[in-house]
């Protein structure tokens, strides 16, 4: 069953995000942590493809192992940066091989040292071309089940400027064929409202997951609104600054992070992607507080 599949049984859904390892021990971790989430019976993982796609090939790597090892739909990142329109084909058509059938298509960020976004001569400009160039090359290898997710921003959206540039991106995306959504990261569930309210009245039908992320010290709260460009909540700081030791850090973010999750279950989010940072205990702890269906049940 596909995640496109999951989303029309209007239950929410359980997922999280792990990144590629880049070390020997990173990846002891990543094993432990997926091994560990698995239990919780989650409805897919996500692979992302680290900073600017620069790790592209061990994303691959992780994809197939979570294929291999639990029962567990990858979602399968790609990005359009610096690749052409070939080598994403090839990838794609590697991934169908492989069984995949669940991906997110991103423009991604520029590589590092690079200010602004330039795409590869002979590649794609927009996400939206990601999704037809997904749609194409299923149908050549004559795959009909593929569920393809896309980027919303909740926290950009809040900003009048950006709003209707946003609305009309993620209007592309669905007209290419986009079967759903993941946002990106936000903390006021008013802006998570008035996205899916206004996509809605903008035509756009694809549901849309919120990400959250359980934020358990300063400084990776300061290191997320850094990537992100999305402030840190001040009251979420401060109990992070307070915090006597890591464990009540832990605590007061995942505390944080559950109001919101709750928050956006009750104004119908269809589901929950929760950030894991390839560590398993806040991401237990948060769903530990979570009215979440499992299949277990």
């Known amino acids: 069953m596909t995640i496109r599949d999951l989303l029309r049984e209007h239950a929410p859904t359980l997922s999280y995000e792990l990144f590629p390892p880049r070390s020997p021990t990173a990846e002891a971790t990543l094993e432990a942590t997926m091994d560990t989430l698995a239990a919780t019976d989650p409805d897919f993982m996500s692979i992302t493809y680290g900073a600017s796609g620069s790790t592209r090939g061990t994303s691959r790597t992780v994809v197939q192992r979570l294929a291999e090892s639990h029962t567990i739909p990858p979602l399968a990142h790609l990005t359009c940066v610096d690749q052409s329109r070939a080598e994403l084909t090839g990838v794609i058509e590697a991934y169908l091989d492989e069984g995949v059938r669940d991906f997110l298509a991103l423009r991604g960020d520029p590589p590092q040292g690079q200010v602004d976004w330039h795409p590869h001569p002979d590649g794609l400009l927009y996400a939206s071309e990601l999704v037809m160039l997904l749609r194409e090359v ?86 997320a609104a850094q990537l992100t460009g999305v402030p840190t909540p001040e009251a979420l700081v401060a109990d992070l600054e307070a915090a006597e030791d890591d464990a009540a850090a832990r605590s007061a973010g995942v505390a944080h992070a559950a109001r919101l999750s709750s928050d956006l279950l009750d ?17 237990l702890e948060l769903v530990s507080q979570l009215p979440l269906r499992r299949t277990s049940d």
């Open 138 to 223: 299923a149908k050549a290898h004559g795959v009909d089940e593929l569920s393809i997710g896309v980027t919303a921003f909740p926290a950009q959206h809040a900003i009048p400027q950006w709003r209707q540039q946003g609305l009309d991106i993620l209007r592309a995306k669905q007209d290419a064929g986009a079967d759903f959504a993941i946002t990106q990261v936000f903390y006021d569930v008013d802006h998570y409202r008035a996205l899916v309210a206004d996509a809605a009245a903008d035509g756009i039908g694809l549901p849309i997951i919120p990400e959250v992320m359980p934020l358990v010290s300063v400084t990776r709260a300061n290191r």
């Open 267 to 283: 104004a119908g989010a269809p589901g929950i992607h929760v950030i894991t940072f390839n560590k398993h205990e806040a991401a």
